[in-house]
């Protein structure tokens, strides 16, 4: 089968099929063979690695780490892409098509069943309406998996990279940097894809940490300090911890356990850097 990566040879596929592209399912497709490359090198598949692809598509991406890996397990949620993807993918003894929405998909047992519960990569241009909850799934569900390469939303990726003291550090950004190494590989123009979404992209690389970079006694906790201090960014963590609901934490023992820190009363959440945020759950 011709390499997808070059327009052309989208087109044909899209016309053979009569295929109508659905917004509800973040539908663009790659189609530049540099930028393909280039996911490939950054997530240095070799023919070791068993690997995830969410959103197949019509396979342009799948059809490069059918070449590089040793076994390529694709969810894509839209039936009326499997018999082109059967079609596309024809040549290839070594991929798995699931038709499922990978939010409802068990992936620590097909990690189980394909790689014998070894680390996988994860590699996918994802649908942007739900890249947030495919990557905390995977990572709060404790999936043996040594990176995740994704393109993304180049706001996404700058949110995921980005430290305290800037308008992008959020609940997103603590998230990921407690799991992975994020690391943006690429920036990807509107031109690269088919059709052309709205806005820029990225591909930013997550790399797995097999140690948290911070001790954390309570991991929840910690997270549900985060998501309150986030919630209501512009108030002090004194108010804003002190006010959440479920936390049960009284405004005044917010303010001694931020003394015992040497951090200022009136200090918010965007100040904090992950080490401190793991020291006030564990203070806390
Ligand atoms: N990988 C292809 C490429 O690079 O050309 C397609 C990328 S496109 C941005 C996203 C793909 O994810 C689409 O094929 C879409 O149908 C699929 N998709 C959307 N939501 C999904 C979900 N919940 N589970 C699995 N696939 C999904």
Redesign the pocket.
């Known amino acids: 089968m011709a390499n997808l990566g070059i327009p052309k040879n989208t087109i044909e596929v899209l016309q053979k099929y009569n295929f109508n592209f ?1 917004k509800k ?6 189609i530049d063979t540099t930028v393909l490359d280039r996911i490939i090198e950054a997530a240095e598949i070799t023919k070791d690695d068993c690997v995830l ?6 396979g ?3 059809q490069y780490l059918a070449e590089s890996a040793r076994e390529v397990i694709a ?4 039936k009326n ?1 499997i018999p082109i993807l059967k079609d596309t993918l024809s040549a290839y003894d070594n991929v798995t098509v699931i038709n ?4 409802k998909v068990d992936v620590a047992k097909i990690c189980e069943e394909k790689n014998g519960g070894r680390p996988i990569k994860v590699v ?5 309406y ?1 890249t947030t909850p495919i990557i905390m799934g995977l990572f709060e569900n404790h999936i043996p998996l040594k990176s995740i390469t994704i ?1 993304v939303q180049k706001e996404v990726a700058d949110r995921m990279q980005v430290g305290p003291g800037t308008k992008d550090y959020g609940a997103l950004s603590l998230a990921v940097q407690y799991y992975a190494k994020p690391q943006i590989v690429a920036n990807v123009p509107p031109n690269c ?1 088919m059709p052309r979404p709205n806005v820029g992209s990225a591909v930013i690389r997550l790399t797995r940490y097999e140690e948290p970079p911070v001790k954390v006694e309570d991991e929840k906790k910690m997270f549900a300090l985060i998501r309150a201090s986030f919630n209501q960014r512009r108030k002090t963590l004194v108010n804003g911890l002190g006010n959440a609901q479920g936390l049960n934490i009284s405004k005044d023992r917010v303010a001694q356990v931020l003394e015992e820190m040497q951090l200022s009363p009136t200090i918010r959440g965007e100040a904090l850097t992950l080490e401190q945020f793991a020291e006030l759950a564990n203070r806390l």
Request: proline residues 6%; hydrophobic residues 50%; negative net charge.
């Open positions: 659905q399912f973040g539908q663009n497709f790659l692809e969410i959103g197949p598509g019509i342009t991406m799948t969810v894509e949620i839209d892409l499922d929405d990978i939010l996918a241009n994802l649908p942007y739900i393109m894809f």
